[in-house]
């Protein structure tokens, strides 16, 4: 039997009774339900954007990294970079290592996205959790490193 039950403006709510885990899950829930909203007015997929996260971090690289960072098949990640190029948010370019292969890395208009959407990311985190005091962020996060950690 789930503890969780919808409230009136359609969100989940967890009953007194939840587990942590599903605690969490709701937490998670939220997270991203507010981050595919704050996307909204760029036309950014949260898919995009995590592609284009990963790209970032990772440029340039091999679709095939991009797939199992965002743990999707290849043909999927095809599909996500093709629209990002189609954006001219991303390029391909061929692998010096590979000739079969191709790299993709973010354009300027790509990272200077990149940049405003996690800038408005770290900004709408901050505000869902600043009803914590900094004591009980610190807790959290603490928590929450050690169980990742774990993992």
């Known amino acids: 039997m789930r503890n969780k039950s919808l409230g009136p403006d359609g969100r989940g709510t967890a009953g007194p009774e939840a587990a942590p885990g599903?605690?969490?899950?709701?937490?998670a829930r939220t997270l991203r339900r507010r981050s595919a909203a704050m996307l909204e007015p760029w036309?950014?997929?949260?898919?995009?954007?995590r592609a284009l996260r990963v790209i970032g971090t990772h440029e340039p690289?091999?679709?095939g990294v991009v797939?199992?960072?965002?743990?999707?098949?290849?043909?999927?990640?095809?599909?996500?970079v093709?629209?990002?190029?189609?954006?001219?948010?991303?390029?391909?370019?061929p692998d010096p290592e590979d000739r079969r292969a191709t790299r993709?890395?973010?354009?300027?208009?790509?990272?200077?996205?990149?940049?405003?959407?996690?800038r408005e990311r770290r900004a709408d985190q901050e505000a869902y959790f600043a009803?914590?005091?900094?004591?009980?962020?610190?807790?959290?996060?603490?928590?929450l490193r050690r169980l990742v950690a774990e993992d």
Not at 104 to 118: E, K
Request: aromatic fraction near 0%.
């Open 22 to 27: 599903e605690l969490v899950m709701e937490v």
């Open 104 to 118: 993709v890395r973010l354009t300027a208009q790509g990272r200077s996205l990149l940049t405003d959407l996690d």
């Open 43 to 49: 036309g950014i997929t949260p898919h995009e954007s």
């Open 61 to 63: 690289t091999r679709l």
């Open 131 to 143: 009803g914590l005091s900094d004591r009980d962020r610190a807790a959290l996060t603490r928590i």
């Open 82 to 93: 093709d629209s990002l190029e189609s954006r001219e948010l991303v390029t391909r370019e």
């Open 67 to 80: 797939a199992q960072h965002l743990r999707i098949a290849p043909r999927s990640v095809t599909d996500v």
